[in-house]
C-alpha cells in the first residue's frame, strides 16, 4: 500500500512542474482554496521562476500520461477550475514520442502469444500516432486488408495506477476540508477519470464502443465508424478498419476537393445530436484529429476510447432545457433541474428561473451568427454555485463534446449556429418521445414490467431494507486514510496533526528536488 509520504512527494514533485509553467498560480491564488493545500503550494513553487501566463496544457503534458488525461478531464470542469484554464487545457494534445517498433513487436507478440507474421503480412515500424497510453501503427493482414494497429505502451496500466492511486488520495482530502470542495466533488472527478482510462488501458472495451456506436448510427447516411477486426483484437491490441480521407482540420485540402462544407458541417452537428439524444451514446472526443472525410464526403470517426452515455429520462431532461432556452421557457427549465434533483428542493424554482433568464435573454434576437452554445452553457456553470447545484459528470463530458462540435463546425461554416441546426431536431425528438402516441406506449410498456416484476421488487425490497430500517448504499468510492485521522488509529502518534505531516512530507520533498538538481537521483 503506498504511503502518505510517498503521495506527498509525488505531489510536490508534479506541483513543482506545475509552477515551472505558472499553472499552480490558479490553485494558490483561488479564493475557496484551504489553508494547508496553499501551503502545499506554496513549498512546490519555492525557488522557481514562473511565466506570467499559465501554461495549463504544457505542464500536464510535461508530468506524463496519467496527467494528460488528468487534464482532458478538468477541460470538462470551468466550474472547477475556471474558463481560462479549460480553454488553455482544450489545446493539450495527448502525444508524446513513440517507443520504439522492437517494444511495439515484443507488445503484440505477447499479448497473441503468436509471431508477429501470423497475424500481420507487413506492419510499418513508423507509427502513425503516438499518444499518451498507445500508438497506431499501419499494416496489412495475412488476408490483404489495410488496417491500424493500435498498441499499449508498455508498463503503462501499471503507471497509471501508481498516479490515479495518488490523484484519489489527493482529492479525498481536498474533500475532506468540507465547502466548496465538497460541493466540487473532486472524488467523483478523480472516480470518472479512473473509469475512462481503464476503459482506454482495455482495447478490448475500446472496440466494444466502437462496434456499439457504429451499430447506433448505422441508419444514419453520411457518417462511418470503422470496422473492428475482432481476430487481431485483444486487451492490448486493437486492429480496426484502415481509414483513407482528408483530416477535418485540413480546411483548405478540403474545399480544394470539392466537398460542400456547409452541408458537411449541419451533418457533422446531426450526427452528434443523434448520438448523444436518440442513442444516449456519444463520442466524446471529437476534435479535429479524430474525424476524416472521405472523397464521397462521409464523415469517418476514430478513437472511441472516451464515449458518453445518458440515460433515457436524463435525454429527456436535456432535450427539454435545450428546447426550453432556445424558445425561452425558463420556467419550464428551472422544473427540470428541480425534477432532475440537480438543484436542492430548498431553493426556489421562481428565483431559479429569473437567474436562468438572465443567462439566456442577453442572446435572444441577436443574429444567428453571434449566438453559441459554449456561451450557454458557460452561463450555466455560472450560476451553479449560488443554487448549490452539484457536479453532474455526464453532462459536463456532454458540454465539452457540444462545445468541441461547434468549434468544428464553425471552422467548416463559420455562419453555422448549434441552436438554428439543434432546434427542430430536438422538437422532433420531444414530439415522437414525449407526444400522446408515446406517453400511451411508455405507460402500457411500464405497467406490464411493473406487473411481471412485482415479486422480484418485494424480495429486493426485502434484501436491502431489513426490519431495522435502513438506506441504499452511495456509489463505491476507495476507501482513502485521512492523514489527520492517524492519530485515533495510531494510539503512540497522539502529537500527530496534519500541519506536522505535511512539514515532513515538505521537508522530504525539498531534499529529494535538491539530490535531483545534484544528479544523485535519476
Avoid at 422480484?456 to 476507495?478: F, Q, S
Wanted: net charge neutral; aromatic share 8%; charged share 25%.
Amino acid at each position: 500500500m503506498t504511503t502518505a509520504t510517498t503521495h506527498i512527494l509525488r505531489l510536490l514533485r508534479w506541483g513543482r512542474t506545475l509552477a515551472r509553467h505558472g499553472a499552480l498560480r490558479i490553485i494558490e491564488e483561488g479564493a475557496s482554496t484551504p489553508a494547508p493545500v496553499r501551503r502545499l503550494c506554496r513549498l512546490a513553487r519555492f525557488g522557481t521562476l514562473q511565466p506570467r501566463e499559465p501554461d495549463y496544457a504544457r505542464a500536464f503534458q510535461a508530468i506524463g500520461p496519467a496527467a494528460i488525461k488528468l487534464g482532458q478531464t478538468l477541460a470538462t470542469r470551468p466550474d472547477l477550475v475556471g474558463e481560462e484554464a479549460v480553454r488553455n487545457l482544450l489545446t493539450l494534445q495527448d502525444s508524446l514520442p513513440p517507443v520504439s517498433f522492437a517494444a511495439i513487436r515484443a507488445e503484440i507478440e505477447a499479448s497473441f502469444q503468436a509471431p508477429l507474421e501470423t497475424l500481420f503480412a507487413s506492419i510499418e515500424p513508423d507509427p502513425v500516432g503516438a499518444a499518451s497510453i498507445a500508438q497506431v501503427h499501419k499494416a496489412v493482414t495475412t488476408d490483404g486488408r489495410t488496417v491500424a494497429v493500435k498498441v499499449l505502451r508498455p508498463g503503462i496500466r501499471e503507471k497509471f495506477g501508481r498516479d490515479i492511486q495518488t490523484y484519489e488520495w489527493a482529492a479525498a482530502h481536498l474533500e475532506a476540508f468540507g465547502g466548496e470542495a465538497t460541493r466540487l466533488r473532486p472524488r467523483l472527478v478523480i472516480a470518472n477519470l479512473k473509469r475512462w482510462t481503464a476503459r482506454e488501458l482495455d482495447l478490448r472495451r475500446e472496440a466494444a464502443s466502437a462496434s456499439e456506436l457504429a451499430e447506433a448510427m448505422h441508419s444514419f447516411a453520411g457518417y462511418h465508424v470503422p470496422a473492428i477486426d475482432w481476430d487481431r483484437t485483444n486487451g492490448r491490441v486493437m486492429t480496426i478498419e484502415w481509414v483513407d480521407g482528408i483530416k477535418m482540420s485540413d480546411i483548405a485540402a478540403l474545399r480544394a476537393s470539392g466537398h460542400d462544407l456547409k452541408a458537411m458541417a449541419r451533418r457533422l452537428v446531426l450526427a452528434f445530436l443523434n448520438q448523444a439524444i436518440d442513442a444516449g451514446f456519444f463520442h466524446a472526443d471529437m476534435h479535429q484529429g479524430n474525424l476524416f472525410v472521405r472523397p464521397d464526403g462521409t464523415i469517418v470517426a476514430i478513437d472511441f476510447g472516451i464515449m458518453g452515455r445518458i440515460d433515457r429520462q436524463a435525454r429527456v431532461w436535456l432535450a427539454e432545457i435545450l428546447y426550453g432556452l432556445t424558445t425561452g421557457n425558463y420556467r419550464r427549465v428551472a422544473e427540470i433541474h428541480f425534477e432532475a434533483q440537480y438543484v436542492p428542493s430548498f431553493h426556489s424554482v421562481d428565483e431559479f428561473a429569473t437567474a436562468l433568464r438572465a443567462v439566456g435573454e442577453p442572446m435572444r434576437g441577436k443574429p444567428v451568427s453571434e449566438l453559441s452554445v459554449g456561451q450557454m452553457l458557460d452561463g450555466l456553470f455560472a450560476i451553479t454555485r449560488d443554487f448549490d447545484m452539484q457536479t453532474q459528470p455526464h453532462l459536463l463530458l456532454l458540454q465539452k463534446t457540444m462545445v468541441m462540435v461547434e468549434g468544428l463546425a464553425t471552422a467548416l461554416d463559420p455562419e453555422i449556429n448549434m441552436w438554428d441546426v439543434a432546434a427542430p431536431f430536438v422538437r422532433g425528438w420531444i414530439r415522437d418521445e414525449l407526444g400522446p402516441e408515446a406517453a400511451i406506449a411508455d405507460k402500457l410498456r411500464e405497467g406490464v414490467r411493473t406487473l411481471l416484476g412485482l415479486p422480484d421488487l418485494v424480495r429486493r425490497i426485502e434484501d436491502r431494507y431489513p426490519a431495522k430500517g435502513g438506506a441504499p448504499e452511495p456509489p463505491p468510492l476507495p476507501e482513502i486514510e485521512l492523514v489527520w485521522a492517524r492519530r485515533q488509529r495510531a494510539g503512540n502518534h497522539k502529537g500527530a496533526s496534519w500541519p506536522g505531516y505535511l512539514l515532513a512530507g515538505g521537508c522530504g520533498g525539498l531534499l529529494t528536488w535538491w539530490m535531483i538538481a545534484q544528479g544523485w537521483v535519476g
